[in-house]
């Protein structure tokens, strides 16, 4: 049984920092691509950032020198640091992975900015 389990969400001001945790079981995790996505209140489910097998990431431009995406193979963790957050970036954070046509989601963390 596949599960992804995140973890790290909570209130933060603006300006402040969170790191958020996905951790893998189940699967073959260093051969899957994992992300993470956002959904704000009313908005699509957006792509954050990637990072692949081999470490290769991908950041939405809205985050990108703000966010860092980073993988654990040891510890079937995916974290997502955050830095400089702005009230824009309150939403439901998911973590995926991504194998060929395989995809599963966790159930998601509440990141919310506000002062």
């Known amino acids: 049984q596949v599960q992804l389990v995140e973890s790290g969400g909570g209130l933060v001001q603006p300006g402040g920092s969170l790191r958020l945790s996905c951790a893998a079981s189940g699967i073959i995790f260093n051969i899957y691509t994992m992300g993470w996505y956002r959904q704000a209140p009313g908005k699509q489910r957006e792509l954050v950032a990637t990072i692949t097998r081999g470490y290769t990431t991908n950041y939405v431009n809205s985050v990108k020198g703000r966010f860092t995406i980073s993988r654990d193979n040891a510890e079937n963790t995916v974290y997502l640091q955050m830095i400089s957050l702005k009230p824009e970036d309150t939403a439901v954070y998911y973590c995926?992975?991504?194998?060929?046509?395989?995809?599963?989601w966790g159930q998601g963390t509440q990141v919310t900015v506000s002062s």
């Open positions: 995926k992975a991504d194998f060929g046509s395989q995809g599963f």
